[in-house]
DNA sequence: AGCACGCCGACT
DNA sequence: GTCGGCGTGCTC
């Protein structure tokens, strides 16, 4: 029996082969093929070749969809790296190295794959400079050099940041920069990822593109590394940066990231001598901290003498100033003045918010939403009040103060005037480099409120960008003595050293793993039960567990969510026992997500 | 993932 | 009696 065997994966949630016969010649590693699988015609990758199965009943491989392989065997095992780190199938990883256009069943006469290039030198830098400009004349003169034989990736974090400097970098590199990004359409991806497989290009994308990484990829330049759009909030939860240096080390290429700061990865890189940093960041602005206690006059009251003089000194001097604040709509929940009734969302464990904009009660989390109503409905005498400040309310509260004044929300205005806007809206101004004076930020304590080991750092990162863009930055709190604002002033490496020390201390990450992993469900006791179950199992490892854990919020378009937190310091045995166990929770009425940090 | 099979509760 | 919901298990 001389019979040749496929093995093949599908983009499914189930970490295995499936053997296929090959009747057909030209049936090849990474190459697409048209199989019947669980009575369907599916499309699958081939990820070997062999001449034994333990399978009796073997099916044929009915149609191959490639001339040349889409994936070369390179991708392949890199993808089963990934897969493996965070707990995902090898398949579902695979298929998100190919454009959405080579997903469907179908035929395509693709251009043979170029070698694989395997680099000499794998050396990072950190470049720690304060504007994309700066940075990129950094750059420049490696990507020049790069290109003479290789591919260049950089990466931004939006694509926004990207359509700002595309057109810039396209004039220094005319016809080799290939943009990647998914506002894309299913066709212009292909073409892209076409193009990519060609060599010697300058990718310049968004995250994604580092999927579609070439084989002659020779440098991966990260801009602003420590965005937060780096750890993805959605879908596969891959960490960027991570993957960046798993890719150079994998490939033995050079590394460059870059931003004003750091991550604490990459921090702890520098400190292991790891990776070169290279600062020519100096001026860093003071960020002034004030106490609201000292600044009350009415209890509850954002806007005391103290802040509102000092608003009105900037606007008088003819100035723009900029209020962050990161609580939408108008107010947080509505609440009966009678009975305390508070409007709940039908679907979710949540509180509708009233948007008078919309004139609309609602729900941040479903969607869902109804007509505003005066009286309770429950105890039929007391009136609906809102509770809390959104943005809405903020902007009113504004005007009133500063009748004089032009007030907008995302809207540019000419000088005087005042700015709201949440950070996302911070962001869309630094494109703009529009000017902007002084920024008050009224809302930092929200911020440290949150329970996650991230939110300090975040808070630190959040607090320096917006200083490199405006002159006066303003923050105010209620925990002075908080330990981030302790050093904000002081030099960077000693928040650095004091959070690094934290981490270490508590095995979080960069020291320790953190999976959380979460189990959804609409059976609120079942999935209790079920979670319960799963938290005995992985206790039998002596693992370091908490929960089980409500998700907030606990309910979400009548789905349930619970979750259990998994923390040690040996990140490849936690997520091999994660990967093993996790498998046999999984059913489709009780859904599981993984999210490894 | 997506689909079949099987088990229980509701209802012409 | 059988229709249909969802939980479970399997796919080369």
């Known amino acids: 029996m001389d019979e040749k065997i496929a093995k093949v994966v599908f983009n499914i949630p189930v970490n295995k082969e499936f053997d296929y016969l090959c009747t057909q010649e030209n049936i090849d590693k990474g190459k697409r093929v048209e199989v019947e699988f669980n009575r369907r015609k599916m499309l699958g990758i081939v990820t070997s070749i062999s001449s034994k199965t333990s399978i009796t009943n073997l099916k044929s491989i009915s149609n191959i969809c490639d001339t040349y392989p889409s994936l070369s065997e390179e991708k392949l095992e890199f993808a089963k790296k990934l897969a493996k780190k965070y707990i995902l199938t090898w398949g579902e990883v695979i298929f998100m190295m190919l454009p959405n256009y080579l997903k469907r069943i179908k035929f395509v006469d693709l251009p043979p794959l170029l070698s694989s290039y395997i680099g000499k030198d794998k050396s990072k830098v950190f470049v720690k400079l304060n504007s994309f400009y700066k940075r990129y004349q950094f750059y420049?003169?490696?990507?020049?050099?790069?290109?003479?034989?290789n591919s260049v990736i950089l990466c931004l974090p939006l694509i926004d940041y990207l359509k700002e400097v595309s057109y810039c970098i396209e004039e220094d590199f005319p016809g080799k920069v290939v943009l990647v990004h998914s506002s894309n359409s299913s066709r212009e991806n292909f073409l892209s990822w076409l193009e990519i497989r060609k060599g010697r290009r300058l990718i310049l994308g968004t995250p994604m593109s580092l999927f579609y990484y070439p084989e002659d990829l020779g440098l991966i330049i990260l801009e602003e590394e420590n965005s937060p759009y780096y750890s993805q909030q959605k879908k596969p939860y891959f960490n960027i940066l991570d993957i960046v240096?798993?890719?150079?080390?994998?490939?033995?290429?050079?590394?460059?990231l870059s931003g004003n700061y750091p991550t604490l990865f990459t921090y702890r890189m520098y400190k292991e001598d790891k990776i070169i940093l290279v600062d020519g960041y100096r001026e860093d602005k003071r960020i002034e901290i004030l106490d609201f206690k000292n600044f009350y006059y009415k209890r509850k009251n954002l806007f005391t003498p103290f802040v509102i003089e000092l608003m009105r000194k900037k606007l008088e001097e003819g100035k723009n100033i900029l209020i962050l604040w990161s609580r939408k709509n108008y107010s947080l929940f509505?609440?009966?003045?009678?009975?305390?009734y508070v409007i709940k969302c039908r679907r979710c464990s949540s509180y509708l918010k009233l948007s008078l904009e919309k004139k609309l009660c609602v729900c941040s989390w479903c969607g869902y939403y109804e007509n505003i109503v005066d009286k309770c409905k429950i105890c039929n005498s007391g009136y609906m009040v809102p509770v809390g400040v959104g943005i809405e309310r903020l902007e009113s509260i504004v005007r009133k103060i500063f009748p004089e004044f032009l007030v907008s929300r995302g809207e540019v205005i000419n000088p005087p005037g005042i700015i709201l806007g949440n950070y996302n809206f911070f962001n869309f101004f630094v494109e703009r480099k529009?000017?902007?004076?002084?920024?008050?930020?009224?809302?930092i304590d929200n911020m440290l409120s949150l329970?996650?080991?991230?939110t300090t750092f975040n808070a630190f990162i959040y607090l320096k960008k917006?200083?490199?863009?405006?002159?006066?930055?303003?923050?105010?709190?209620?925990n002075p003595s908080h330990y981030i604002f302790e050093s904000i002033n002081d030099s960077w490496e000693k928040f650095y050293e004091k959070e690094l020390s934290l981490r270490r201390q508590f095995n979080f990450p960069p020291y320790g793993i953190m999976v959380k992993v979460i189990l959804k469900g609409k059976d609120k006791n079942k999935l209790l039960k079920r979670l319960e179950s799963l938290y005995n199992r992985l206790k039998?490892?002596?693992?370091?567990?908490?929960g089980p854990v409500e998700e907030f919020?606990?309910?979400?378009?009548?789905?349930?969510?619970?979750a259990l937190v998994i923390k040690g310091k040996n990140r490849k045995m936690i997520s091999d026992i994660c990967g093993q166990v996790i498998q046999k929770y999984k059913s489709s009425a009780y859904r599981i997500t993984v999210i490894v940090r």
């Open 140 to 149: 420049k003169k490696q990507i020049q050099e790069i290109l003479e034989n």
């Open 245 to 256: 240096v798993m890719l150079s080390e994998f490939k033995n290429i050079k590394v460059i």
């Open 334 to 340: 509505l609440r009966c003045n009678q009975c305390g």
């Open 434 to 443: 529009l000017d902007i004076d002084a920024c008050f930020i009224l809302d």
């Open 451 to 454: 329970v996650d080991y991230e």
């Open 466 to 478: 917006i200083a490199c863009y405006v002159k006066d930055i303003y923050v105010f709190t209620h």
């Open 540 to 546: 039998e490892f002596n693992l370091e567990i908490f």
């Open 553 to 562: 919020p606990f309910k979400v378009r009548d789905n349930y969510g619970g």
